[in-house]
């Protein structure tokens, strides 16, 4: 499904169906595409998670319902998703700054989300530079941790940090490596890669590896082994000081404005040259995996 048809029609989904959805992997299923994909290009595109984009518009359509109707209070939060009132208040006072009862009572201001019209201008699309690259299987092996979409361009960078300091602390000075762990990484060059891994399709959150490639024996504790399948990629060059920027402009202009390719896969990988010094300028890769369009 094309890009832009594929996020309209999510919010399509969501809006007839926001009293019943109970997590993103239902709107993923309906426009067929991976939740991690879908999640990724809506949070870029909107700035809200699917998970956020569906909470929000509860909570301004239950007040519309409080200054509107007699319905009680606790009908309404058992209507839009929440198993008590209590944790109804909670949200309302969140999203709104105001009670429930406070609203009813007094009409008082409410914030209003409405709902999204996706409407883009592609700036960058075809003329962004990328190649198709055919892949062969491979495995990788790493540490893994879950992060949330909506925070993950802030949260990512510091795991990177954590694991350096902790397992690479001498290899980042171009010293020997210390230790069991540490020569572990050394020899499986683990950083190479950063994978995003789709495997957690009821809610918004994803799989993150930093890894290195895997070619059998023993795994150090704390460590995982994931596959990547064979495919095309789409393969873009960039730098760390661009990494993010080129991340961004993938799913808002090149996927856009691609009538060629489609997302495929379960996962997307950023490669790391092991060549020169790590810093802003090191150069680096954003692979997504692809198909023809039928």
């Known amino acids: 499904m094309e890009w832009l048809t594929c996020l309209k029609e999510s919010v399509d989904?969501?809006?007839?169906?926001?009293?019943?959805i109970r997590s993103p992997q239902e709107v993923a299923d309906h426009v067929h595409m991976s939740?991690?994909?879908?999640?990724?290009?809506?949070?870029?595109?909107?700035?809200?998670?699917?998970?956020?984009?569906?909470?929000?518009?509860?909570?301004?359509?239950a007040a519309t319902e409080l200054i509107h109707t007699d319905t009680p209070?606790?009908?309404?939060?058992?209507?839009?998703?929440?198993?008590?009132?209590?944790?109804?208040?909670?949200?309302?006072?969140?999203?709104?700054?105001?009670?429930?009862?406070?609203?009813?009572?007094?009409?008082?201001?409410i914030r209003t989300f409405s709902r999204l019209n996706i409407i883009v201008t592609v700036e960058g699309g075809e003329s962004m530079k990328f190649s198709i690259e055919k892949k062969e299987k491979f495995s990788v092996v790493g540490f893994t941790r879950i992060f949330s979409e909506s925070d993950s361009y802030?949260?990512?960078?510091?795991?990177?940090?954590?694991?350096?300091?902790?397992?690479?602390?001498?290899?980042?000075?171009?010293?020997?490596?210390e230790g069991e762990a540490e020569k572990y990484v050394a020899?499986?060059?683990?950083?190479?890669?950063?994978?995003?891994?789709?495997?957690?399709?009821?809610?918004?959150?994803?799989?993150?590896?930093?890894?290195?490639?895997?070619?059998?024996?023993?795994?150090?504790?704390?460590?995982?082994?994931?596959?990547?399948?064979?495919?095309?990629?789409?393969?873009?060059?960039?730098?760390?000081?661009?990494l993010?920027?080129?991340?961004?402009?993938i799913?808002?202009?090149w996927l856009p404005g691609n009538l060629e390719y489609e997302i495929a896969g379960n996962c997307t990988v950023e490669w790391y040259s092991p060549e020169g010094t790590p810093g802003p300028d090191q150069k680096c890769q954003i692979r997504i995996p692809v198909k023809r369009r039928a």
């Open 13 to 20: 989904f969501m809006e007839t169906r926001l009293t019943e």
């Open 35 to 61: 939740v991690m994909y879908l999640q990724r290009g809506f949070q870029i595109m909107t700035g809200y998670t699917l998970g956020e984009y569906i909470r929000n518009r509860r909570l301004y359509l």
């Open 73 to 109: 209070v606790v009908d309404l939060a058992l209507k839009y998703g929440y198993d008590s009132q209590a944790g109804f208040d909670k949200a309302f006072v969140r999203f709104h700054g105001i009670t429930p009862l406070d609203v009813r009572k007094s009409g008082g201001r």
């Open 154 to 177: 802030e949260m990512i960078p510091k795991f990177w940090d954590e694991t350096i300091e902790k397992y690479a602390s001498h290899l980042m000075k171009g010293e020997a490596p």
């Open 187 to 242: 020899a499986h060059h683990i950083g190479e890669f950063g994978i995003c891994i789709d495997n957690m399709p009821e809610s918004d959150r994803f799989r993150y590896m930093i890894a290195g490639c895997y070619t059998g024996g023993s795994v150090f504790e704390g460590m995982d082994v994931q596959e990547i399948d064979a495919g095309d990629w789409a393969v873009f060059d960039c730098t760390m000081k661009t």
């Open 244 to 249: 993010q920027q080129t991340n961004t402009a």
């Open 251 to 253: 799913w808002k202009e």
